[in-house]
């Protein structure tokens, strides 16, 4: 079993753009054509193929963050988010954004759910995020004990 300092410092040295929804894709709740998966230490990593990809996914993510983090009891969005939390900004916040979009939660290339999201609103600043919010609610229900 590897440390977890080792595995971050290969991680970093293998991985140069990583993507901002790994969790959500590797957990199979969405799916991407931009993304190549790869192991290291045991573990199953996913990583971005395209650049300018990976920022407008990193700044949705962001603003997914911001938009959810009243929802889920949290007053500073720069702090790592508890697991759960994560999966909910990332799973639901993409679902919901597919069904705002247009009414499928299905999220099967979170690279052409940007693609359309930008030509339908231009920026990602004019999002419903609220609406998006109340339809991640309905999409996603994360995992119950």
Not at 8 to 33: D, I
Not at 63 to 75: D, P, Q
Not at 108 to 126: C, I, K, M, S
Request: hydrophobic share 40%; charged share 25%.
């Amino acid at each position: 079993m590897v440390d977890e300092v080792a595995f971050r410092q290969r991680l970093a040295e293998s991985v140069e753009y990583p993507c901002a929804y790994a969790k959500a894709v590797l957990s199979g709740c969405v799916s991407c054509a931009c993304v190549a998966r790869m192991q290291i230490a045991e573990r199953e990593v996913v990583c971005c193929i395209r650049p300018a990809s990976r920022l407008r996914c990193d700044a949705l993510h962001e603003h997914l963050r911001r938009a959810f983090s009243f929802a889920l009891g949290r007053v500073r969005t720069d702090e790592p988010m508890p697991h759960a939390h994560e999966m909910r900004i990332q799973c639901g916040g993409l679902r919901g954004l597919q069904y705002v979009l247009d009414e499928s939660s299905e999220v099967a290339n979170v690279d052409a759910l940007l693609d359309a999201v930008l030509a339908r609103w231009g920026e990602l600043t004019e999002l419903p995020y609220s609406e998006v919010i109340h339809a991640a609610a309905l999409c996603y229900k994360g995992r119950h004990r």
